[in-house]
Each structure stands twice: as structure tokens, then as C-alpha cells.
């Protein structure tokens, strides 16, 4: 499984890939204003650090205006994904932009439904919000085995791409559902290796090759 950061803080994208288990990045308006920085200069640095794939999100709502952006977005950089909305103009900018050999990320996806039109219009990845879906009562990580069945039943090759991820139990269930990316917040990053036994287990072992130093 491959993993993403969603974030557009670049502090956070240089510690996580000092990991060496950095795939790409994710992010959205919402990430880019709470940078506290413009979406160009966020943009160009991102895509310049990172050599996977780089979602930048449009804002247009309609298909034209999706297009037009999209062109703008790819001069940022060869890793640069169109993320677009999941909605009918989002679907026809998707097709459109998939004919011409563009790689898209479909965002806001809430079912397995809107994740079959994505499939269907040529999505590069689709972005199934789990999270979200928890926050309104729902399990969130069902739709996520629903949808990988659906896509293995016809042979989609858009990758489900699980996001809206707020902690561990989400990375560890996207990858036994099959999933094919999770973009993960950088402190679940943190919270991804952390075991309170390894800890323990490490401060034993070193007070004891201390002891036999001598
Ligand atoms: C995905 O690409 C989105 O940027 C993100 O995962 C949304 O997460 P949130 O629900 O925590 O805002």
C-alpha cells in the first residue's frame, strides 16, 4: 500500500520523507489556507520536493472552468494529479482530462456508487472521505472493501486512494480492505509506529548491553 501526506505544510512533508516510506502528497484549499501561505508558493515547493504524485486541487465548479485550471495546476510540476470534486462537472472534467492522458484524483467521494462514476470516467485515484463519514454516524471504512469488490468485479484500474484518515485503526483497516493508498495526516504519521512495548522493550535492552559492556 502506498502511502500519502495529506498536508500542504512543507516542514511536515521533509519529516515524513526522511522516513523513506513517503509515496506522494494530498492536498486541498483547507490544507493550503492553514499553511498560512499562498496556493503558488505552497504548489511550486511541493512539487518541486516531492517526486510522486502531487494532488492540487481545482475550485471551479464547472467543467470549463475545471479545464482551465487544470492547465494552469500542471505547469507546477510532471507529479502534478487534478483533483476534482465528485459531481457531474467533476465527472466530465475527469473524462475529458483522462482522455488527454492526465492523471485525476476524484475528492469527496461518500459511497460506492459516486466511486463507480469515477471509475467509470477514467479516474487515475479516487478519494473515499472515511472520517467524514464517521463524524456523521457512519462507518466510514465500510464503503472501502464495497468499493474495492466493485472495482476488482469490472477490472477498474483507478486506485482507491482511502482519505479523511484521523487515525491508525484507518491505515490499519484500508490495508486489509485492499486499498491501494492512504493519505495520512502527518501526526498519524507519528502515531503509526509508536507501540508503548517497543519502547519498553528498547529501554530494556539497552540497560542491559550497558551491563555487559564491562
Ligand atoms: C483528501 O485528499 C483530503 O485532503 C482529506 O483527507 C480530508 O480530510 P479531513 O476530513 O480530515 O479534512
Known amino acids: 500500500m502506498k502511502f500519502f501526506i495529506d498536508t500542504a505544510d512543507v516542514g511536515e512533508i521533509k519529516e515524513a520523507r526522511a522516513l523513506g516510506i513517503l509515496d506522494g502528497v494530498t492536498t486541498n484549499p483547507s490544507l493550503v489556507?492553514?499553511?498560512?501561505?499562498?496556493?503558488?508558493?505552497?504548489a511550486t515547493e511541493i512539487c518541486k520536493l516531492?517526486?510522486?504524485?502531487?494532488?492540487?486541487?481545482?475550485?471551479?465548479?464547472?467543467?470549463?472552468?475545471?479545464?482551465?485550471?487544470?492547465?494552469?495546476?500542471?505547469?507546477?510540476?510532471?507529479?502534478?494529479?487534478?483533483?476534482?470534486?465528485?459531481?457531474?462537472?467533476?465527472?466530465?472534467?475527469?473524462?475529458?482530462?483522462?482522455?488527454d492522458g492526465v492523471k485525476t484524483n476524484v475528492t469527496l467521494c461518500f459511497s460506492p456508487v459516486q466511486a463507480l462514476l469515477a471509475a467509470k470516467a477514467g479516474a487515475s485515484y479516487i478519494s473515499p472521505f472515511v472520517g467524514r463519514l464517521d463524524d456523521v454516524g457512519q462507518d466510514g471504512m465500510?464503503?472501502?472493501?464495497?468499493?474495492?469488490?466493485?472495482?476488482?468485479?469490472?477490472?477498474?484500474?483507478?486506485?482507491?486512494?482511502?482519505?479523511?484518515?484521523?487515525?491508525?485503526?484507518?491505515?490499519?483497516?484500508?490495508?486489509?480492505?485492499?486499498?491501494?493508498?492512504?493519505?495520512?495526516?502527518?501526526?498519524?504519521?507519528?502515531?503509526l509506529v509508536q507501540h508503548p512495548l517497543t519502547d519498553k522493550g528498547l529501554a530494556q535492552f539497552l540497560k542491559d548491553a550497558e551491563a555487559t559492556k564491562a
Open 33 to 42: 489556507k492553514k499553511s498560512g501561505r499562498t496556493f503558488k508558493d505552497v
Open 50 to 99: 516531492v517526486e510522486g504524485p502531487v494532488s492540487l486541487e481545482v475550485v471551479s465548479i464547472d467543467c470549463d472552468g475545471m479545464l482551465k485550471e487544470a492547465k494552469e495546476l500542471l505547469k507546477y510540476g510532471s507529479n502534478v494529479v487534478i483533483k476534482l470534486p465528485l459531481i457531474p462537472e467533476g465527472l466530465k472534467a475527469c473524462r475529458r482530462l483522462s482522455q
Open 142 to 191: 465500510q464503503i472501502i472493501p464495497e468499493i474495492r469488490k466493485i472495482y476488482d468485479n469490472y477490472g477498474f484500474e483507478t486506485e482507491i486512494l482511502v482519505a479523511s484518515v484521523r487515525h491508525p485503526i484507518h491505515v490499519h483497516q484500508a490495508a486489509l480492505a485492499g486499498a491501494d493508498v492512504a493519505t495520512i495526516p502527518f501526526k498519524v504519521f507519528g502515531q
